[in-house]
């Protein structure tokens, strides 16, 4: 009632949690650090990042996305509908003159290094002073310093939480006055991730120990593995597994002979369509476990126990709930030949 009241009493007023019955504009809301105030939804959206374009389409905002950018593979079978006319600037980061070409009144990053103050497609001062709106995902300000410009492999203070993207998913609806279906998307997740935890649940057990693998600069060089703070924590926490990189930095390089020592008993590996490395290929990966003397020994990899997700999953985004759902799944067949 509070916030309803607030509304009728002001015309222009400060976000913090918008779920909001009704929209008025103009509003100001704050965005990892900086101030905006919008008087309109807007009508033309660039995406620098595969999730920001995912979420727009889970809201069914497609008509808004002028062009996107920064692909990890294909958009989920839910999304390909919404999504198969989209045009696509780059699979990685266009340039600064490519997003301004498309004329948007708003620009959203998933990370912060696109337009952060060392940002590689611009800053955010620039697309400012040309009258353009810009937006970073939350995930990658809440708990990390906005200064940091290593971005997704940096390190957390605070470990990632589901509720940063409902909150993204709740300040997004609020931008683009649909309230409604910010609502009825967070309600959905809620549901999801309940059932996923009910399927994974094993009371009185042990908690399995679980290492997940994104890619390696050298397929037998030290991987990037997920850290206990970033989204793959949020993972096991979950689902009621252990983690056993304990770090805050969301992706560091750990060495094998580190990995086999700790015996996982799950290996989760990334799956994405982009070749920079070797590893970035599921089949290599998994070809690798199996042959190389110290992985091939490691429980997980002896008793077939590697899971495989898109890339996407890992990484926070909406995409989080599919990990959560597809790992619960394959806990649930790995549980039951053990009972």
């Not at 600037?89 to 952060?116: C, I, M, R, T």
Request: with cysteine; aromatic share 8%; net charge neutral.
């Amino acid at each position: 009632m509070f916030i309803k009241k607030v509304l009728l009493l002001s015309a222009l007023i400060t976000v913090s949690t918008p779920i909001f019955a009704t929209q008025v504009f103009p509003f100001t809301l704050e965005n990892c650090g900086i101030k905006q105030t919008f008087t309109a939804a807007p009508d033309r959206v660039v995406t620098l990042g595969q999730h920001e374009t995912e979420l727009l389409l889970a809201l069914g905002l497609e008509k808004k996305i002028a062009a996107t950018s920064v692909w990890f593979g294909a958009l989920p079978d839910a999304l390909k509908a919404q999504g198969k006319d989209l045009l696509k600037l780059a699979d990685n980061s266009p340039s600064f003159e490519a997003v301004v070409a498309q004329k948007p009144d708003l620009v959203l990053a998933q990370y912060h290094w696109h337009v952060g103050p060392q940002g590689e497609v611009g800053t955010r001062e620039q697309f400012a002073s040309l009258g353009i709106k810009t937006w970073i995902s939350p995930a990658d300000c809440v708990g990390k310093s906005v200064t940091d410009s290593s971005n997704a492999d940096g390190a957390r203070s605070t470990p990632f939480s589901m509720e940063e993207i409902k909150r993204e998913v709740s300040e997004l609806a609020t931008i683009f006055a649909v309230p409604q279906q910010g609502e009825k998307l967070n309600h959905a997740l809620t549901q999801r991730i309940a059932l996923a935890q009910k399927r994974a649940a094993t009371p009185n057990r042990t908690p399995l120990k679980v290492v997940f693998w994104f890619s390696s600069t050298r397929l037998n060089g030290d991987p990037w593995v997920a850290g206990n703070y970033g989204a793959p924590g949020w993972i096991s926490n979950t689902l009621g597994l252990k983690n056993i990189i304990d770090s805050h930095d969301e992706w560091p390089a750990v060495t094998w002979e580190h990995i086999a020592q700790a015996q996982p008993d799950i290996i989760v590996i990334a799956d994405m369509a982009r070749r920079l490395y070797p590893a970035d290929d599921v089949a290599v990966k998994e070809a690798f476990l199996r042959s190389d003397p110290v992985t091939k020994n490691i429980p997980a990899v002896k008793n077939g126990h590697l899971i495989v997700v898109p890339a996407m999953s890992l990484n926070p985004s909406l995409r989080n709930v599919d990990a959560v759902e597809a790992i619960s799944e394959q806990l649930a067949t790995i549980q039951a030949k053990h009972e």
